[in-house]
């Protein structure tokens, strides 16, 4: 069916707010295919919803980077590290779902949980293990807790905004913004999320998920989402 197209404003019209650069994340790639059904593989799928993704974000303005834009692998944390490098304003990464129970379909978008961090996870912004007279795990948990407090209820209006607008733009079930410990979202520094756009476990979905159209019409309504967080950001600081 014919996507609506919410929220759209004159291509090249400036938006308010802080938002600047936005990190893509193409899920998986290279030796990991992620899911696969039908004959389609997530990477694949991923990749190509993103770099659609990316031209829209462009329309508007937005400086976009993608953490891959071919069939690469990048290890899970050396994604949100690329948008901490470059102090991104948000981080969005893109992934496929299945499930054994093959009924399952529609959309999910996930924002990071409480942090719990890892051995090898970086420290967070500002913050060097010299500048920490004990550069314990304690203390970097803390530290990360108190980057995640910040950032956390950004990344979940920037999460109900995208469900929002799939679910107009393309006309399916949004399953629901959950919180998630996946290592992309708690590993960023910024307001983060990760969409799931559907189940290529089922057969409806994986037929839509298959069709370029139906993948460019996922792609406006992820960036008519982002775009609509950024403008209430905007209205926020007036
Ligand atoms: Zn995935």
């Not at 659609?52 to 400086?63: E, F, K, M, W």
């Not at 990071?112 to 970086?122: D, G, I, N």
């Not at 010299?130 to 990360?144: D, H």
């Not at 370029?212 to 960036?223: F, G, H, T, V």
Request: one cysteine or more; proline letters at 6%.
């Amino acid at each position: 069916m014919a996507p609506t197209t919410p929220l759209r404003s004159p291509p090249g019209a400036a938006l308010p707010g802080a938002v600047r650069t936005i990190v893509i994340d193409a899920g998986h790639g290279g030796h990991d295919p992620g899911t696969h059904h039908f004959g389609l593989k997530e990477k694949h799928l991923a990749l190509d919803i993103a770099k659609r993704l990316r031209t829209h974000l462009q329309r508007r303005g937005l400086t976009v980077v993608m953490t891959r834009d071919s069939d690469r692998f990048i290890p899970l944390s050396g994604r949100p590290a690329i948008a901490n490098r470059l102090h991104a304003d948000l981080f969005v990464s893109v992934h496929i779902n299945a499930n054994r129970n093959r009924r399952v379909s529609g959309i999910e978008v996930y924002y990071p949980r409480a942090s719990v961090v890892s051995a090898s996870a970086q420290w967070p912004p500002a913050v060097s293990p010299a500048e920490v007279a004990i550069p314990s795990m304690t203390v970097k948990q803390v530290l990360w807790d108190l980057v995640l407090k910040r950032t956390r209820s950004g990344s979940r209006r920037l999460a109900s905004s995208v469900c929002r607008s799939m679910r107009t733009g393309l006309q399916v079930h949004c399953r629901g913004v959950k919180p998630a410990r996946f290592v992309v979202l708690r590993e960023a520094w910024m307001p983060a999320i990760l969409v799931e756009v559907g189940y290529v476990s089922n057969q409806t979905e994986a037929q839509r998920l298959g069709r370029a159209d139906y993948r460019e019409a996922a792609a406006q309504s992820i960036s008519e989402g982002i775009v609509s967080y950024i403008r209430d950001q905007g209205a926020e600081h007036i």
